[in-house]
């Protein structure tokens, strides 16, 4: 059983690596969509696998340290392409959210984004 649940945020950024010229050079913004999904066996009395009241506890506080915000000054994310957030935001929430699977971030204006399965290391050891 996989669950997913969603969130936008709001956010600022501009890639160093651009090349001088190049609008992704400058400061510019988008609205993002994260989609976080985690898999496991629903409990076999309740029905559920996890509360959503939890999951979005775990994905707000994520929310939060994205939303409205210059990216480039967020810790971890000098270099804030759509890989390297979608990273983040893994390394953020696998603490907290047994089962995690997949982090998607988009951004639906551009009909571009990226997913991430977490370290090769630790889906290989699973
Ligand atoms: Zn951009």
Known sequence: MRLYKEFHFEAAHFLPSAPPGHPNSRVHGHSFRVRVTIHGEPDARTGILVHFEEFEAALAETRAALDHRMLNEVEGLAMPT????????????????????EVMVARDSCHEGAIYHGPRMRHAAE
């Open 82 to 101: 759509l890989e390297r957030i979608a990273v983040w935001i893994w390394d953020r929430l696998h603490n907290r959210l047994p089962g995690l699977m």
